[in-house]
């Protein structure tokens, strides 16, 4: 359930960066694009649900959250094997050295928003 | 009318790592070395403290923060020894974070301590995620549980420091292969230290007393 508590990081991001937009005046936030690394424990549905409650009332209220996952990737110092990690095993896909380096999956940051102009014009 | 995309590119740890920064400036400042001690829920992580207590007595100076969703037992079962126990109530939050603990950190005499022990959350899984600025994670493991835990949960058992197999004074009576255990935590991470300990009979407990007194878990004794 820590996906309430980086919800509350992401919402406070969000909020943080609309204010800073000057133009165009007024919008709205469309969608807001967060990457999530395959090794990061965060479940999508719960993040979802946070999202809609969390938002509420703020500057983020009613859009939409999209959770991009990136895989977990990793570096074999044995063989050089260089690529994408199955499972949750961190082993070389070449060689089958286990605990290599992770070279991406711990990934965790708001990507972009997308706003349009709200109102007449 | 169009829609603008804004490019943002911001860390969302990035307050949690902003007080860890400072926790780890407040440790190197005082010469404290803190650990961050994760395990499930009854895998044995207070009974390890205490009998930890018993044996650093004169040897080491410690506090332990203790961390739990709702009360102070575990804080009261230490504090009947002699060590300096704060407890940290995370109010249902399933983990610690940063700015809890470097609060906690900054009411402790700092001046008169070696070595901080965090007793998180009981937890696989959270904990795990939120850098408190300690020295190393130590993961703990007890052997009523599955043997295949470490790849159920490679986040934990791949980021921590040493893993502690605790209960083993139990294995005369499980199915618990724990040689296989330790296989399955090499798998995440190759070079792990594997300690294995039981509290209650103290045996094993020499590594890691002296582990905390060495700052270093990989030797063996």
């Not at chain 2, 969302?12 to 005082?30: C, D, I, P, S, V």
């Not at chain 2, 045996?203 to 004794?221: P, S, T």
Request: proline letters at 3%.
């Amino acid at each position: 359930m820590h996906e309430f508590s980086i919800c509350q990081s992401l919402v406070d991001a969000i909020v943080s960066e609309l204010d800073r937009i000057a133009e165009p005046r007024p919008f709205k936030l469309i969608s807001a694009r967060v990457v999530v690394g395959a090794m990061r424990q965060i479940a999508p549905d719960i993040l979802q649900t946070a999202y809609g409650l969390m938002t509420k009332g703020t500057a983020a209220k009613d859009s939409a959250l999209e959770i991009v996952k990136v895989p977990a990737t990793g570096k074999c110092d044995e063989c050089g094997w260089n690529g994408e990690m199955r499972d949750a095993f961190i082993q070389c896909g070449r060689c089958g050295k286990a605990g290599i380096e992770l070279t991406g999956g711990m990934e965790l940051y708001l990507d972009n928003l997308e706003i349009e102009p709200d109102g007449q014009d | 009318m169009a829609k603008i995309d804004i490019k943002v590119y911001k860390d969302l740890m990035g307050e949690n790592e902003k007080w860890a920064a400072k926790t780890r400036e407040l440790l190197r400042e005082n010469d404290v070395y803190m650990l961050n001690i994760i395990g499930s829920p009854g895998c044995g992580k207070t009974a390890l403290l205490e009998n930890s207590v018993r044996r650093l007595e004169g040897k080491l100076r410690f506090a332990v923060l203790e961390g739990d969703v709702e009360t102070t037992r575990d804080a009261e079962r230490l504090s009947a020894l002699d060590v300096t126990v704060y407890q940290l109530i995370s109010g249902g939050a399933c983990h610690l974070e940063a700015k809890l603990v470097h609060h906690a950190l900054r009411d402790l005499d700092l001046d008169n301590l070696d070595v901080v022990i965090v007793e998180n959350v009981g937890n696989l899984v959270c904990p795990a995620e939120f850098d408190i600025g300690e020295h190393g994670k130590i993961a703990v493991l007890s052997v009523t549980e599955g043997e295949d835990k470490p790849i159920k949960y490679p986040l934990l058992f791949s980021k921590a420091i040493a893993v502690i197999l605790t209960k083993t004074d139990l294995l005369p009576h499980l199915n618990f292969d724990i040689d296989a255990c330790e296989d399955y935590i090499r798998q995440v991470n190759a070079g792990m230290p594997v300690l294995r300990v039981a509290a209650v009979t103290g045996e094993g407990m020499d590594r890691w007393i002296a582990g905390l007194v060495e700052r270093n878990f990989a030797k063996r004794i």
